[in-house]
């Protein structure tokens, strides 16, 4: 009797260590068949998606739409030559981002090119699929291709699991990409992923030009020696930005941003309830550099 309880106490010793030693392996080697990508998986397709749920398209201004979803962000630039789509969102927002597009008037299948924030998936893993339904134009900047290309993220979160995605046009900082007489400008905004981008769109309402912007200053990574943002590549993003002058900020995951807003927005009211105050670009532009430079020095 008592060898026999002996026994089963050593059976679950003998088993909390194996897993304990399963679970240092795996931590070590983020490679690992079985190890942290799993991990990362499982854990993401076992949790509730609050942020990809349906939500009514609306007008920014001009010809630039809100496609997206409750959480996560979609912008349609509409030309007469076809469209541009900045990011895609996640699988559940297929659901989400097409209906919106043929709600507004406009086809899926004039989708011309198609940009991306940041390699993560909440943001493009649906790109892959929609660029071969619409055979269009995947653009990224350089330093994201080898994320997208791969399926694979190279920054600090090593996400993964998203379809590699056919990238067919290269982008420099500060390039432009035309469409049917609309223009969207990149920049280079490094640190949350390796090659985050910030989209500038010049949009006409009622005979007035708008500045959209879709993104914002970096957030470069400190204190990861494997992942460290250059700080040459920072301050170049902070001097680029500075040289802009949006009127309206949308960001990636926009629901605090639409908070009571949204009766104004699918109203077109005017002027934009998205408008940002006056000094609040430059504002952002500086206390994320303060914070950039404190974190430096430490
Ligand atoms: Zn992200």
Redesign the pocket.
């Known amino acids: 009797m008592r060898k026999h309880l002996l026994s089963s106490a050593f059976l679950i010793f003998a088993s909390v260590t194996a897993s304990a030693t399963a679970q240092a392996q795996t931590m070590g080697d983020p490679l690992a068949i079985g190890g942290k990508d799993t991990d990362w998986f499982m854990g993401r397709v076992n949790r509730p998606d609050l942020d990809s749920e349906p939500q009514e398209p609306f007008k920014i201004m001009g010809n630039v739409y809100y496609v997206g979803a409750n959480n996560i962000a979609s912008i349609l630039v509409a030309t007469p030559e076809g469209h541009i789509l900045i990011d895609t969102g996640t699988h559940k927002m297929a659901a989400v981002v097409f209906p919106n597009i043929v709600k507004l008037g406009f086809m899926p299948a004039d989708i011309k090119v198609m940009l991306i924030s940041?390699a993560?998936y909440?943001?493009m893993e649906t790109m892959e699929r929609i660029r071969r339904l619409t055979g269009a134009t995947v653009a990224a900047l350089e330093a994201e291709v080898p994320s997208l290309v791969t399926g694979h993220d190279f920054g600090r979160n090593e996400t993964w699991g998203h379809e590699p995605i056919e990238v067919g046009r290269v982008l420099q900082s500060g390039d432009e990409i035309r469409l049917g007489g609309s223009t969207v400008k990149v920049i280079w905004t490094p640190g949350?992923?390796p090659g985050t981008a910030t989209y500038f769109v010049d949009t006409v309402e009622n005979g007035q030009t708008y500045q959209i912007v879709y993104g914002g200053p970096p957030a470069p990574v400190t204190g990861d020696p494997m992942y460290d943002t250059r700080p040459a590549d920072v301050f170049n993003a902070y001097a680029a930005l500075r040289e802009m002058s949006p009127d309206i900020r949308i960001v990636g995951h926009p629901q605090s941003l639409f908070d009571g807003k949204l009766e104004a927005l699918w109203a077109e009211s005017r002027p934009s309830p998205l408008t940002m105050e006056p000094g609040q670009w430059a504002r952002l532009i500086d206390n994320a550099e303060a914070d950039f430079r404190r974190r430096l020095a430490e």
């Open positions: 940041h993560h909440d943001h949350h992923t």
